[in-house]
Structure formats: C-alpha cells, structure tokens
C-alpha cells in the first residue's frame, strides 16, 4: 500500500511561483510512474504532468508547457511541481498519484492507471 501527501500549495498572485512536494511511502518509488493532476471547482480532475519511473521521462499538459516543471527524488520518495507563471486558472486542488503501467502519452493522462492517489493541495491564484 502506497501513502502519498501532498504539501506546497497556497495563495500567490498572478505571475507568481509555487513548489508543490508529494512524499510517498509504503513501496518502491522508483517502480512507480508518478503524475499531478488538478482539479477546479465544477470541472473533472485534469492531467498536469507525469514522470516515469526510474528514467525520469516527463509528460506535459499543453496547458502548462514551458510554465510548470516535474521533477522526481528517488533517494526521497519525492515528486516535485515547480509552477511559475501562474495564472487564475490554475486556481485548483493539486493531486499526485502513483501508478505501476507502461508510460506512454496516452495512459499517463488516464485517471484510472493509477492506483494511489494522494488528498490534495489547494492552490489558489488571485489576479
């Protein structure tokens, strides 16, 4: 059984940057393709990001290219989100979440690949 917490999310005005933190326990990290995604008030929970196991392959929404940045601490059982650029929109809850599958584009955006998913971190833009 695999815990995951998430932990960074906040308040930040428009044009900021936030660094979000998912700690995972209770399995082997690197066996894992871990990913973010987020979910707004009224809309179904949306893929961000996902990075795949022990190469550290990144997939990207086209909707945070070149503002949002994956990262992944196999020695910490860490995944990262570095955000910068944020805009209202990205005003929502963030989750991460594990899942043991062959990556590929299409899969790491299906919510139902994974298997764990931890409880979330708001994170609110204001404009």
């Known amino acids: 059984q695999v815990q995951l917490v998430e932990s960074g999310g906040g308040l930040v005005q428009a044009g900021g940057s936030l660094r979000l933190s998912c700690a995972a326990s209770g399995g082997i990290f690197s066996t894992y393709t871990m990913a973010w995604f987020r979910q707004a008030p009224g809309k179904e929970r949306e893929f961000a990001a996902g990075?795949?196991?022990?190469?550290?392959?990144?997939y990207y929404a086209d909707f945070v290219k070149g503002r949002f940045t994956i990262s992944r601490d196999n020695a910490k059982n860490t995944m990262y989100l570095q955000m910068s650029s944020l805009r209202p929109e990205d005003t929502a809850v963030y989750y991460c979440a594990a899942g043991q599958f062959f990556p590929t584009a299409a899969r790491l955006s299906n919510t139902r690949r994974y298997d764990y998913w931890g409880r979330g971190t708001q994170v609110t833009v204001s404009t």
């Open positions: 990075i795949t196991g022990s190469a550290g392959s990144t």
